[in-house]
């Protein structure tokens, strides 16, 4: 049986990866600062994942002393570790890049099999601190003496319920006519894709996407289809955002990195290889059913 530490086994990806780790057999430790919050709600948006652990090791990425010896043992290293929403005061480089880096030094003196890092699609030429400090990790990994698996997916079903929680409040909003695509993947369909590629692919940098190619157009009608009202949508024009950044870069410099790197996947198209099954409106049903 093979093993496998998983890091930022709470958050949305992490809690599918766990799972799908598990039912293929393999040997699943994780790291968390919090154990308790691997039950969390239990839903479909955040399943529990407390029985399909083997180890639960509770440590801090930022903090190297508490990771010491985490890797002995282990086969492959799964991470998904980075701000997504800023809550700790941590940046980006603290987390993002510090953070996995610290991880990464634990698997090169364990000598481990493989190393997966979570990246975000087109993260080498999107700008801001959040893609900046994970593109210098991704260097940092690929440039090791491991073998190293960075994926790039384009976008998770979990950030697109803000189109379904715009149309709860009877407006969406989209930035400009709203018809750059993207293909965003259901966390379940990726967590597959991942544990595949560990048997796959050696020393690669893999783009993937889910199975539907939409506009954001269409994803602010599927959101008012599936709460059965009328569609109401606000076009907003591209120009006004830069301004807005500015001042967000000001005042609050993480939000401005996340504001920065949402903007930037709107204004253009996002499209990756086709992997999955899981439809987008399927899942906007299933997130209803349960908040």
């Known amino acids: 049986m093979e ?8 958050g949305f990806l992490g809690r599918h990866v766990v799972k799908v780790l598990k039912k293929e057999g393999y040997h699943v430790s994780v790291v968390v600062r919090n154990k308790d919050k691997l039950k969390r709600r239990g839903n479909y948006m955040e399943p529990a994942i407390d029985k399909e652990v083997d180890r639960v090791i ?5 903090n190297p002393i508490t990771l010491e010896g985490i890797c002995e043992g282990i086969d492959y290293v799964f991470s998904s570790v980075g701000i997504t929403r800023q809550r700790d005061g941590l940046t980006f480089h603290e987390v993002d890049y510090q953070g996995n ?16 890092y979570i990246h975000v699609f087109r993260g080498d030429v999107f700008e801001g601190p959040m893609t ?17 698996l960075v994926i790039r997916p384009t976008g998770y079903f979990s950030d697109m319920t803000e189109f379904l929680n715009l ?27 991942c544990v595949e ?15 539907e190619i939409l506009t954001h157009q269409q994803i602010a009608k599927i959101a008012f289809k599936v709460i059965g009202e009328k569609e109401k949508i606000t076009y907003l ?28 996947g709107v204004i253009q198209n996002m499209i990756a290889p086709k992997y ?11 997130y209803l059913n349960e908040r």
């Open 3 to 10: 093993k496998v530490l998983v890091a930022g086994a709470t």
């Open 58 to 62: 509770t440590a801090e990425v930022t």
């Open 101 to 116: 880096t610290n991880l990464l030094r634990e698997a090169e003196k364990s000598n481990v099999k493989k190393f997966m």
């Open 132 to 148: 900046e400090a994970k593109e210098k990790f991704a260097k940092e990994l690929i440039s090791s003496k491991l073998v190293h």
């Open 167 to 193: 149309a709860l409040k009877g407006r969406a909003f989209l930035i400009g006519k709203g018809m750059n695509k993207l293909n965003p993947i259901h966390g379940e369909d990726l967590a597959k894709f």
């Open 197 to 211: 590629s560990f048997e796959r692919y050696s020393n690669e940098v893999l783009d993937v996407g889910g199975p």
């Open 237 to 264: 024009p591209a120009v006004l955002f830069p301004p807005i950044l500015k001042v967000y870069k000001m005042i609050n410099k993480q939000q401005y990195g996340i504001f920065l790197f949402f903007y930037q």
């Open 276 to 286: 999955g099954s899981l439809s987008l409106e399927d899942f906007f049903v299933q």
